[in-house]
C-alpha cells in the first residue's frame, strides 16, 4: 500500500489545517491508520489513531481536544483537521497503516510507530508564533 499525505503548510499559532492520507489501488478500509508526527531532533511521536471502520479513535494528549481523525473508507482516506495550532506542533507529520489488526490489537499498538506496516512520506507542518 503506498500511502500520501498532503494538506501541510505554514500557519500562524491559532490556525488551522486539514491533513489527508490517501492510498491509490487498494482500499484502506482493512487497515487501521495512525498520525504520527517528528520535529527536528526528535524522535517520531504518536499523534492520533482511528481503527479500520472508523469506530474508535485515540488522541496523543498533547494534541486531545484540538484534533480530530476521521476517515471515509469510500474515498480511502484519512484526515486529520488540526485546530488551534501551537508552535510546538511544528513537525513532520506522517501518515500509517497498519493491516488486519483486530480491536485488541488496535488497542495495544496503536501508538507504536514500529508496530505500523506502511507508511507514507511526510507532509511539512509549520505553526508560527
Known amino acids: 500500500v503506498q500511502l500520501q499525505a498532503s494538506g501541510g503548510g505554514l500557519v500562524q499559532a491559532g490556525g488551522s489545517l486539514r491533513l489527508s492520507c490517501t492510498t491509490s489501488?487498494?482500499?484502506?478500509?482493512?487497515?487501521?491508520m495512525g498520525w504520527f508526527r517528528q520535529a527536528p531532533g526528535k524522535e517520531r511521536e504518536f499523534v492520533a489513531a482511528?481503527?479500520?471502520?472508523?469506530?474508535?479513535?485515540s488522541y496523543a494528549d498533547s494534541v486531545k481536544g484540538r484534533f480530530v481523525i476521521s476517515r471515509s473508507n469510500l474515498k480511502n482516506s484519512v484526515y486529520l483537521q488540526m485546530n488551534s495550532l501551537e508552535p510546538e506542533d511544528t513537525a513532520v507529520y506522517y501518515c500509517?497503516?497498519?493491516?488486519?489488526?483486530?480491536?485488541?490489537?488496535?488497542?495495544?499498538?496503536?501508538?507504536?510507530?514500529?508496530?505500523?506496516?506502511?507508511w507514507g512520506q511526510g507532509t511539512q507542518v509549520t505553526v508560527s508564533s
Open positions: 500509517a497503516g497498519a493491516a488486519q489488526w483486530i480491536m485488541s490489537s488496535w488497542s495495544a499498538k496503536r501508538s507504536i510507530a514500529s508496530e505500523y506496516d506502511y
Open positions: 489501488g487498494r482500499t484502506l478500509s482493512t487497515y487501521s
Open positions: 482511528i481503527f479500520r471502520n472508523g469506530a474508535s479513535t
